[in-house]
């Protein structure tokens, strides 16, 4: 169905980097997305290998098999995961006829009802960024103390107003609220192969007044490959989610002479905690896997502290 005159214009984006089945998944639910009838979708993949070549020829195979939206395939040459989300904030705002940007990531997807039910609570609530869960998908061999850790899913959440948004692997964002944010720096190069560019993208732009919503009513699915069902996987993300979250409290909540001290005694502080909650929930898996999370996160940050980083993609 044709959209009517003044439709609401939404840009679908999808940075993508060497996962061809995954983004071949992602682009058949979204030809099943049922999208209002007042709404004009847009679909676009940002490839981030395009020497790689892997990502034009499943945009190709989906135009020839009839894909229901307008579809096109972009190179981003540059590598890094805030080159890439930084080329689709800027070509959307350049291109000029998008009223919102969704972003979702190339091993994620969604029911067919997720863009009614996410815009929907966008509009109603008036933000200027909309999330909404993240299920994750084990292999069926998975352990379930592995399916316990909370690094896999996101915080439960009612439907309305949030106070933050920790990732940008399944938002909406208001295309009129980015009008400020210079070209190229809406997600801070720092953190390009650190990871986290969404948490501080997120911060800083709070801090400049943006509000949240939540959809809880629009979840996204996301798989969780082998080598990510390990615990040596779920250390090394904890870790790195505390470098690059010290180094976000930093920017904003450790200001000043002794704002360094500060974190670190408040660290040091918290080392102690969850080292004593491990502790005592040995014999409960649940709460045991997620203290080890808290633990190492907590040494993440006092490792940033002293100056350690990780950078967890390469």
Known sequence: MTPASGARRVLLAIPTHR??????????????????????????????????????????????GGFPFPLA????????????????????????????????????????????????????????????PFEPVFPPDTPEWIRLCPLYRSDPNPTGPIDMIWGAGNVVLRMASLA??????????????LGGEDVEAFTR?????????????????????????????IVKRAFRIGTTGMAVQLDWDYRGRFGRLRALGFSL????????????????PERRIANVCHLVRVTGKIA?????????YR
Request: with cysteine.
């Open 19 to 64: 996962r061809p089945d995954g983004l071949a998944r992602l682009l058949a639910a979204a030809a099943a997305l049922d999208v209002p009838d007042d709404v004009a979708l847009e679909v676009m993949a940002f490839d981030n290998d395009p020497a790689g070549g892997q990502a034009l020829p499943v945009i190709e195979a989906a135009r020839a």
């Open 73 to 132: 395939c972009l190179p981003v040459p540059e590598k890094g995961l805030c080159h890439v989300r930084n080329a689709i904030v800027d070509t959307a705002r350049a291109a000029g006829r998008f009223d919102h940007l969704a972003m979702i990531d190339d091993d994620e997807w969604f029911a067919p009802d997720w863009l009614r039910v996410i815009l929907g609570v966008h509009e109603a609530t008036g933000a200027d960024a909309t999330s909404g």
């Open 180 to 193: 400020d944010v210079p070209p190229g720096q809406a997600f801070d190069l720092r953190f390009n192969l």
């Open 205 to 233: 732009l709070k801090r400049q007044g943006f509000r949240y919503a939540w959809a809880a009513g629009a979840p996204i699915f996301e798989e969780v490959p082998p080598a990510r069902t390990r615990l040596a996987w």
């Open 269 to 284: 502080a918290q080392l102690g905690l969850y080292g004593a909650k491990l502790t005592r929930s040995l014999a409960h």
């Open 304 to 312: 940033n502290l002293t100056g350690l980083t990780y950078r967890e």
